[in-house]
């Protein structure tokens, strides 16, 4: 009798399809007799075959069929109504992500539940995507198992330029590049600037403003192609975008140029040792830019890239540069693996005096307590460390939290239905991670009396450690 099959859908672009490929290994491993089947769009799943782990793909013109199959368990990674519906029809011994309802969207899933509450709502936010797809499937959050492709230098010196990214505020524009390559080149580290279709024109450009006609393979190569090219570097500078995670995957060494609506901690590189340069604001890693101006972007330039893929090319490719180059309005990030096997991301040289950092590891321990209280020790040495560090900014955070509290204490006295639709983004910006989650988690619950108690008890105990 054949096994039933796993089901994942993720209808995103390339990218997101790459972040996909850790759950789909992991899935191997658990149910290495189960047959994978991946619903994704034919103009990102075809060119990543050669690539992907073993699964069967499926456009989304199937989704009818493989509604009336069974599965062992069925995964909704993505937002296209047609995979909640299917997700509503099809029979599955566990569903997790959105599915679709009577009343709307019900999501399944606590990590799913904390990943949908990101949206327009992910400052201070610390899971990478690629661990959150991961993170239900056992009660403990222990990714250590999951495996990376360990980093490889080809030894020849060369760096590649990946031109492209969804939107213009995620890149840099052709003069920057162009300035980038002449300056790569001139210091013996030939630049080849890669990028797809897309990028035909754009490459065209940077390679004639930078005199170097030979380095263009941009619209030239098939993802193949460009897979194999990438295993010929030393470094891929490249912005947020499906070749950087292309790269990442392959185990090439990357540093990602992270500016505008990007997020490194979310959608970054996922393999340890990888490098991350963001301008040292406060408002990186933002949903979408409400500054009416890319700041950001601005705080990169052309000699300060340059200088610094010149440092980490001398660098042992999993030691640290001897000497940084001076970055003004820059700071240098390393990706690593936590105790628990999650994503982390480190300043490079003296820590960061931002208190960003420290909060986003705070609020990821709450959540990571709300889904296994076991885990309280690491919340209380992160709560220690703000402590430490931030005493006045926890103090704050304190008082917000009891805010949300005695709002929803009222609500649930008062027989409240619901909360007000702004009820999350009314509240102070430092405790909006925490108010957009429990304003999901009560919608999603339909705003039972089981799920006002429970969110009451959950926040009650966080105001009392906070002091």
Same mark, same amino acid.
């Given at each position: 009798?054949?096994?039933?099959?796993?089901?994942?859908?993720?209808?995103?672009?390339?990218?997101?399809?790459?972040?996909t490929? &850790?759950?789909?290994?992991?899935?191997?491993?658990?149910?290495?007799?189960?047959?994978?089947? +991946?619903?994704?769009?034919?103009?990102?799943?075809?060119?990543?075959?050669?690539?992907? &782990?073993?699964? @069967?793909?499926?456009?989304?013109?199937?989704?009818?069929?493989?509604?009336?199959?069974?599965?062992k368990?069925?995964?909704?990674l993505? #937002?296209?109504?047609? /995979?909640?519906? %299917?997700?509503?029809?099809?029979?599955?011994?566990?569903?997790?992500?959105?599915?679709?309802?009577?009343?709307?969207?019900?999501?399944?899933?606590?990590?799913?539940?904390?990943?949908?509450?990101?949206?327009?709502?992910? !400052?201070?936010?610390?899971? !990478?995507w690629?661990? =959150?797809?991961?993170?239900?499937?056992?009660?403990?959050?222990?990714?250590? /198992? @999951?495996?990376?492709?360990?980093?490889?230098?080809?030894?020849?010196?060369?760096?590649?330029?990946?031109?492209?990214?969804?939107?213009?505020?995620?890149?840099?524009?052709?003069?920057?590049?162009?300035?980038?390559?002449?300056?790569?080149? #001139?210091?013996?580290?030939?630049? $080849?600037?890669?990028?797809?279709p897309?990028? /035909?024109?754009?490459?065209?450009t @940077?390679?004639?403003?930078?005199?170097?006609?030979?380095?263009?393979?941009?619209?030239? $190569?098939?993802?193949?192609?460009?897979?194999?090219?990438?295993?010929?570097?030393?470094? %891929? @500078?490249?912005?947020?975008?499906?070749?950087?995670?292309?790269a990442?995957?392959?185990?090439?060494?990357?540093?990602?140029?992270?500016?505008?609506p990007? !997020?490194?901690?979310?959608?970054?590189?996922?393999?340890?040792?990888?490098?991350?340069?963001?301008?040292g604001?406060?408002?990186?890693?933002?949903?979408?830019?409400?500054?009416?101006?890319?700041?950001?972007?601005?705080?990169?330039?052309?000699?300060? +890239?340059?200088?610094?893929?010149?440092?980490? =090319?001398?660098?042992?490719?999993l030691?640290l540069?001897?000497?940084?180059?001076?970055?003004?309005?820059?700071?240098?990030?390393?990706?690593?693996?936590?105790?628990?096997?999650?994503?982390?991301?480190?300043? *490079?040289?003296?820590?960061?005096?931002?208190?960003? &950092?420290?909060?986003?590891?705070?609020?990821?321990?709450?959540?990571?307590?709300?889904?296994?209280?076991?885990? /309280?020790?690491?919340?209380?040495?992160?709560?220690?460390?703000?402590?430490?560090?931030?005493?006045?900014?926890?103090?704050? =955070?304190?008082?917000?939290?009891?805010? *949300? %509290?005695?709002? %929803?204490?009222?609500?649930?006295?008062?027989?409240?239905?619901?909360?007000?639709?702004?009820?999350?983004?009314?509240?102070?910006?430092?405790?909006?991670?925490?108010?957009?989650?429990? !304003?999901?988690?009560?919608?999603?619950?339909?705003?039972?009396?089981?799920?006002?108690?429970?969110?009451?008890?959950r926040?009650?105990?966080?105001? #009392?450690?906070?002091?």
């Amino acid at each position: 009798m054949n096994a039933d099959p796993i089901l994942i859908f993720q209808l995103h672009r390339m990218g997101d399809l790459l972040l996909t490929f &850790p759950l789909l290994l992991r899935l191997q491993r658990l149910w290495p007799e189960r047959p994978l089947w +991946v619903v994704a769009e034919p103009q990102f799943f075809m060119p990543l075959t050669a690539i992907a &782990p073993e699964v @069967v793909f499926f456009p989304p013109s199937h989704c009818a069929t493989l509604a009336r199959a069974r599965y062992k368990a069925a995964f909704n990674l993505c #937002s296209a109504p047609a /995979a909640a519906q %299917c997700m509503a029809t099809l029979r599955a011994e566990r569903k997790l992500g959105p599915v679709a309802g009577r009343k709307g969207l019900h999501v399944r899933g606590f990590w799913q539940l904390y990943r949908t509450a990101l949206t327009q709502n992910n !400052h201070n936010n610390a899971f !990478h995507w690629a661990d =959150l797809h991961l993170l239900d499937l056992a009660p403990t959050p222990d990714l250590r /198992a @999951v495996p990376h492709a360990p980093l490889r230098r080809a030894g020849a010196r060369r760096v590649g330029l990946v031109l492209g990214a969804s939107t213009p505020a995620k890149r840099p524009d052709a003069d920057f590049w162009a300035r980038l390559a002449r300056r790569l080149a #001139s210091a013996g580290a030939p630049p $080849l600037l890669l990028g797809g279709p897309a990028e /035909a024109a754009l490459g065209a450009t @940077v390679a004639r403003k930078a005199g170097l006609p030979q380095a263009n393979t941009c619209g030239r $190569l098939d993802l193949g192609q460009l897979a194999a090219l990438m295993r010929t570097l030393d470094l %891929c @500078v490249t912005p947020d975008t499906g070749p950087m995670h292309l790269a990442d995957y392959l185990g090439v060494p990357v540093l990602n140029l992270s500016m505008g609506p990007v !997020h490194a901690r979310e959608t970054g590189p996922t393999a340890p040792g990888q490098w991350v340069l963001r301008a040292g604001m406060s408002c990186v890693g933002c949903w979408q830019c409400g500054r009416g101006r890319l700041y950001c972007k601005g705080a990169f330039s052309p000699a300060a +890239v340059a200088d610094t893929v010149l440092a980490l =090319l001398q660098t042992p490719c999993l030691g640290l540069p001897a000497a940084l180059p001076s970055r003004p309005g820059l700071r240098l990030w390393r990706t690593g693996r936590d105790v628990l096997g999650l994503h982390s991301l480190s300043a *490079v040289g003296s820590p960061s005096p931002s208190c960003r &950092p420290v909060l986003e590891d705070f609020w990821q321990a709450v959540f990571l307590y709300i889904y296994q209280p076991a885990l /309280a020790p690491l919340l209380q040495t992160r709560l220690t460390a703000l402590h430490t560090r931030f005493p006045a900014l926890q103090t704050r =955070l304190g008082a917000a939290l009891a805010q *949300v %509290c005695a709002h %929803c204490a009222a609500a649930l006295r008062n027989d409240a239905r619901s909360l007000p639709p702004g009820f999350w983004n009314s509240q102070p910006p430092l405790a909006r991670l925490g108010s957009g989650f429990l !304003h999901l988690y009560l919608q999603n619950a339909s705003y039972s009396r089981r799920a006002w108690r429970t969110a009451l008890e959950r926040l009650a105990d966080l105001a #009392s450690r906070l002091g």
